[in-house]
T-cell receptor, first 113, second 112 residues
């Protein structure tokens, strides 16, 4: 089945450690996105990629980094510079950046101890 | 940037009741989508509806772009409809092209 796979679903890390969240899609979509959701809040855009080997900062990029070396993959690294990393992270994709419909993975819940 | 307001923030229904969720936005939009977030956190795309009306089973949506609002109707609600409903829009102007801004969501609880 086509879809978006995020891993891990749950992750615990100690303060000061970097952690990388995986996002893989087999929908042949050009555009991919990372969002952050805090309890009781809407989603905020961290980074997005319109096409392979290209990515742009979203509204809350500080403390995060991404890469887009393959069309199918858009990993997100939460660095130690991110002051409040505990959150629910959602990866999404769309056919292309201007195509409209957004599809989401199941999310990764990160807890910093 | 564009502002998105959803109402009501919380809604509690008995199974079988109908409901209307509203999304107001502050500027012209190219794109408007409704999502349902289930209790496990996954967001499901319900409608892509920058204008007009669409229906899918018990759900329908209407966007009146000139008046800057969209409505999501749920008829004959079921317990599986529970969760959070989000409206997300793409600002038609400036540097927000291609990026969605989400509202705060409406938390729907359907009791049996």
């Amino acid at each position: 089945d086509g879809g978006i796979t995020q891993s891990p679903k749950y992750l615990f890390r100690k303060e000061g450690q970097n952690v990388t969240l995986s996002c893989e899609q087999n929908l042949n979509h050009d555009a991919m996105y990372w969002y952050r959701q805090d309890p009781g809040q809407g989603l905020r855009l961290i980074y997005y990629s319109q096409i392979v080997n290209d990515f742009q900062k979203g509204d809350i990029a500080e403390g995060y980094s991404v890469s887009r070396e393959k069309k199918e993959s858009f990993p997100l690294t939460v660095t130690s510079a991110q002051k409040n990393p505990t959150a629910f992270y959602l990866c999404a994709s769309s056919r292309d950046f201007y195509a409209g419909e957004l599809f989401f993975g199941e999310g990764s819940r990160l807890t910093v101890l | 940037g564009i502002q998105v307001e959803q109402s009501p923030p919380d809604l509690i229904l008995q199974e079988g009741a109908n409901s209307t969720l509203r999304c107001n936005f502050s500027d012209s939009v190219n794109n408007l989508q409704w999502f349902h977030q289930n209790p496990w956190g996954q967001l499901i795309n319900l409608f892509y509806i920058p204008s007009g009306t669409k229906q899918n089973g018990r759900l329908s949506a209407t966007t009146v772009a000139t008046e800057r609002y969209s409505l999501l109707y749920i008829s004959s609600s079921q317990t599986t409809d529970s969760g959070v409903y989000f409206c997300a829009v793409e600002d038609a102007g400036g540097t927000s092209y291609g990026k969605l801004t989400f509202g705060q969501g409406t938390i729907l609880t359907v009791h049996p």
